[in-house]
């Protein structure tokens, strides 16, 4: 039986995006007669109806391609039902365009926004399978995400470079790693490069806790300390800000680690530096293990696509790759629990956590 699939990836890129693509295409090419459809730049596309018709060869050559072939964009869920001042019906032209390119299924690949607008598609009656991708590493039900084990692979080579640096000179490191309101990647890369302090968002410091391990490191042998802080890393009275006055003190220059760089060059009177690697932690080839999960993933939609189950995303459970309903997933965020074995695991090695 022909199935006519449409693909789009949306929000934020990640490494392993066109290893799942091309999981997914390769194995419905091998499973049924399927014919693919590569929507543009996220919902979009999907919106603007600007897509096209894939080949069977379009999907060769890109296990170890970064970023995405389709193109991606950020729309968020809270204006899909929103009319704005162009008059669209964002929700109906998606119908609309999945309906006349006569689609049996829409993947879409992303996090948790994505995965919201996934299920309001699904609830639309749209046959819609998700595939979680972040380096935040966020979406509820899911052990990993792809894209996650790349990143942190990347921050931790950048702690790891960091590190000789700092010594050298006998400077405090801040370095500032991605996740705004999940701390999964500073947390494995904090421990993977031997950070001395890691701070993330679902643990406000104590600036002075933070300026204790500073100063006894910098009057011991070792002279320098290394802090990987999440962007959306707060101390305790920030973390008593509304989020809007949160996002207009980073926006006003503050950024995570630049504030920690000046409040512990004040207090300790250290040099301290702030380094953000941004974007790197984003871009280039995807990991061994990310190739593996994302082929995996791509491999299982196309499975779900055979059977004919949708309202799913795919998800690793244990060493199980499996599905959970859209609705169970669309909204809930995973962050770290304060209570987590890789916290206790870093505090019981003597990682601060600034609390
Ligand atoms: O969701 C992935 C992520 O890299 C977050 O860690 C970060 O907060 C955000 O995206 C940055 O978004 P943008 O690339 O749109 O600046």
Redesign the pocket.
Known sequence: MRRRIGILTS??DCPGLNAAIRGVARAAYEMFDAEIVGIHDGYRGLIEGDYSEMTRSQFSGILTLGGTILGTS?TPFRNMRVIGDDNVDKVAMMKKTYKGLQLDCLITLG?NGTHKTANLLAQEGLNVIGLPK???NDLYGTDFTFGFHTANDIATDVIDRIHSTAASHGRCMCIEI???KAGWLTLYSGVAGGADVILIPEIPYDIDKVAEVVKRRAESNKGFTIIAVA?GAMDKDESKLKKKEREARRAAGFSSSAYLAKQLQEKVGVEARSVVPG?IQ?GGTPSAYDRVLSTEFGVHAAELIRDGVFGVTVALKGNEITHNPLSEVAGVAKLVPPDHQMITTARDIGISFGD
């Open positions: 929000g934020g950020r996090g972040t380096i935040d991605m996740g705004n962007e974007h984003r």
